[in-house]
């Protein structure tokens, strides 16, 4: 059976493209989404909402020199309209702007062509944008930006981001008083008079629904009554900002999906994109596929959730798309590849090198050891090995990398000595790649998993008053609000202690280091680590490393044996502004610090980890990732038999 053929008609204020399977219809020359049709939907967007207002483009912007993740926010919305491709298999549609001199202080220095594509037989549409900044403009700083669908609130209440993620949701009125009340932060709030019932009680937060960009590949929508699905596909992170574990919203109440390509969420203002007058810079954000799909059987929500996750599948496997007709968006014989082969060597876990199966492997713009995860200007590719430790980074564009790596299980960055410079067709073999971790010598104690998170630590149940049922007995707990409240009522009179030999780190080390609340206000927090030596000679010397999974205004003070010293063996100053605590991640940016240990005695010794800031209930804070004590290489195993 042929496939209907594509329509495109275009009026004074208005675009519609037809595929015989879904119909949108486009503002022009602005380029918003004003509806999509399907299956007999008339427009699954929200009719309640202004037409610029259901689905769009936007970004924040500020000039230079302005601190932190805000600015001003920009509705991009196209000045000029043009149809680039029109054929029996492809339609893509062009709605830009550019900019000039008069707008400077008015407007985001950039030219920015929006791109809207449908093709023959496809279930839903495309969209990507080229952003560019010209060498002679003036600078500016670029904390996000996104593309954003709002469906219409009375047919999509069924939200789905992962395989156990999935629920009915409350409605947008829920959340505004006063049926809903705002918690410690604006985003967060309490619904104490629901429309329906079944959501009284629970607190709703967008952050609550935020991915990894590693394991965010599709997420949407459902409507139940119509077995109707409304997803965004991601079939490529290549354009997203932070590497794979930065965190990005997905969807959330409104009903709303997005699909995020640069924001400052999880990392601070670290990850806001600063550009210079001198600096030219130009981007391909996506594309990104909306898919829609339906289901006429009894399996409803399982069966458009498997089938969407089956497009991304095939989304992923056409990537890079042929169809894009800009030359700024490189097709595969366009583009290289990297190849190779990673093994860990750490001659305290095996006098043999050690296969790094699962290894995370990528391609990011040349900087410092472990810039990757701060980078938000350029392109990155990533990977992971297999279980012989190979790798292949395939489909890589034209310009200079460098190879960057972290092995969970293994503390620190890799990162290679060599610039790859990737060309049109490049097959780049680097054989075997070894790593070596920092190590000063054996282990005697460590507590969590080098795996760049603290969920493996101790992540209390929720204030009944305050929880997302869905979140209830689940892997990600962490996700419930106001779990750093929780802290102070488990450790009222004093702070955490630890013993080596003794304590259980899935049971007795908090997640989070957070401000202690005391009915004066919080105050900073200082955890104890006690550890006893049978024996000390004068030849040993002890190394700390410490990795933090987060840090948010935060300041880390290390002791040994007098909580009290001044000056502390070692203070990081103040770190991190990535929030992650407060919006339910349980990971941020990484950190790692090594602290030479002046001052072990032999039998007891206790190490004072000290947070001393306290500006409120969650920051400043720290999440842990794993913490380890070394000896001298040569020292005899010296750590006490309570182990």
């Not at 707008?103 to 952003?131: Q, T």
């Not at 490529?236 to 969420?265: D, W, Y």
């Not at 300041?555 to 100053?573: C, T």
């Amino acid at each position: 059976m042929s496939q209907p053929e594509l329509k495109l008609v275009i009026q004074d204020h208005q675009v519609a493209v037809d595929n015989g399977i879904c119909q949108v219809t486009l503002s022009k020359p602005e380029g918003d989404v004003t509806a999509v049709s399907y299956n007999g939907l008339d427009n699954l967007l929200e009719v309640l909402n202004q037409d610029f207002d259901r689905g769009y483009w936007d970004l924040v912007w500020s000039v230079p020199g302005f601190a932190g993740t805000t600015g001003m926010d920009d509705r991009i919305q196209g000045t000029s309209f043009k149809v680039v491709v029109e054929t029996d298999e492809q339609i893509e549609l062009s709605f830009a702007r550019n900019w000039d001199p008069s707008l400077e202080g008015k407007s985001v220095p950039l030219n920015i062509d929006k791109r809207f594509v449908m093709l023959r037989g496809a279930s839903g549409f495309y969209c990507y944008a080229i952003y560019e900044h010209l060498k002679e403009w003036p600078g500016f700083n670029l904390p996000q930006t996104r593309i954003v669908f709002k469906l219409r609130k009375d047919k999509f209440q069924y939200m789905a981001v992962a395989d156990n993620r999935q629920r009915r949701m409350p409605l947008p009125d829920d959340r505004v008083p006063p049926r809903g009340r705002a918690l410690d932060y604006p985003e967060s709030v309490l619904l104490v008079d629901p429309i329906e019932p079944e959501f009284k009680g629970e607190v709703d937060d967008k952050y609550q629904y935020s991915c990894d960009n590693k394991d965010l590949q599709v997420h949407g929508w459902i409507d139940e009554v119509s077995s109707t699905g409304f997803w965004q596909i991601t079939p490529s992170s290549e354009f997203r900002s932070g590497g794979p574990p930065k965190q990005n919203l997905t969807s959330h109440v409104g009903p709303i999906t997005l699909a995020m390509f640069l924001s400052a969420h999880y990392s601070g203002e670290d990850l806001v994109a600063k550009f210079g007058e001198e600096e030219p810079w130009k981007k391909v954000f996506g594309p990104v596929f909306f898919y829609i799909n339906s289901s006429g059987n009894d399996e409803g929500r399982s069966s458009l959730w498997e089938d969407a996750k089956n497009q991304a599948r095939v989304e992923a496997d056409q990537w890079p798309y042929d169809f894009p007709a800009s030359e700024d968006f490189p097709k595969a014989n366009l583009r290289g590849k990297v190849r190779g082969r990673f093994f860990v060597q750490d001659r305290y876990a095996s006098e043999d090198l050690i296969v790094a199966a699962g290894g995370y492997i990528g391609l990011a713009p040349p900087g410092e050891v472990g810039s990757w995860q701060r980078n938000c200007k350029g392109y990155q590719f990533w990977t992971r090995t297999d279980e012989t430790g190979h790798f292949s980074i395939s489909n890589v564009r034209i310009g200079d990398y460098g190879l960057n790596a972290w092995v969970p299980g293994f503390i620190g960055d890799y990162m290679n000595d060599t610039i790859l410079a990737i060309t049109p067709g490049c097959d780049i073999n680097l054989g075997d790649l070894v790593y070596a971790p920092l190590r000063h010598g054996p282990t005697l104690w460590e507590i969590g998993v080098p795996d760049r998170s603290a969920a493996e630590f101790f992540v209390p149940d929720p204030d009944p008053k305050y929880i997302n049922k869905l979140y209830v007995d689940h892997p990600h707990k962490f996700r419930q609000y106001g779990l750093w409240e929780r802290y102070a009522e488990l450790h009222p009179d004093g702070d955490l202690v630890y013993k080596i030999g003794e304590s259980d780190y899935t049971k007795d080390w908090f997640f989070a280091q957070v401000p202690r609340k005391t009915k004066n206000g919080y105050e900073g927090t200082t955890w104890e680590i006690k550890f006893t030596l049978n024996t000390v000679s004068q030849n040993q010397t002890y190394k700390l490393r410490v990795a933090l999974a987060s840090a948010n205004l935060a300041e880390l003070q290390v002791r040994l044996n007098d909580p009290k010293a001044d000056p502390p063996l070692f203070s990081s100053g103040l770190i991190g502004k990535d929030n992650s605590i407060s919006r339910h991640g349980i990971h941020g940016l990484y950190w790692l610090y090594s602290v030479d240990l002046v001052g072990v005695v032999e039998g007891e010794n206790s190490i004072y980890l000290t947070q001393p800031r306290t500006e409120g209930p969650f920051q400043p804070g720290l999440l842990y990732d794993y913490i380890r004590l070394e000896t001298s290489p040569s020292s005899p195993d010296s750590i006490s038999s309570q182990l």
